[in-house]
């Protein structure tokens, strides 16, 4: 089988204070059952108490993070635009943009090449293919998503 072209690596480096890929009003982020125990223990909270109180559902059932009722961005992006939950952050959030969507043809690659900075930066980093790799199944993972605790 044909290696997918990001396979040979792809330059990138997260912008600090950057937040553009959290900013965006009706973005969805899909959950795992490993980042519902991950991120509700760093928070002290039982995973049941924290799904109540941060999360919300897909019409289809699966939980994602809440949205801000007032902008409809992630409850989690400060006013600086940083992630509140950074070191703990969904592994959608730190898989991005090695969305499956995002490689998925030329033309959302173009499309993710002009919203993301980090992409065109110019202290970015050639990131491996195999990383690349482990974060595509990351995100696949975390789209299907879970619907019951
Ligand atoms: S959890 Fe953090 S990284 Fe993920 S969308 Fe919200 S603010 Fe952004």
Known sequence: MRHPWWMSGVKFACQSNCGKCCDEPGGIVYLSKHDARRISSSMGLAVEEWLERDCQRTLDGRYILKSRETDG??????EQKTCQIYENRPQQCAAYPWWGENLAT???????K??????TAED???IDGNTIKIHVLADRQSTKGFRKW
Do not use: V
């Open 73 to 78: 961005i992630c409850i989690y992006l400060s």
């Open 106 to 112: 030329d033309r959302s690659w173009r499309q993710t």
């Open 114 to 119: 002009q919203e993301c900075p980090g992409l």
């Open 124 to 126: 970015a980093i050639t």
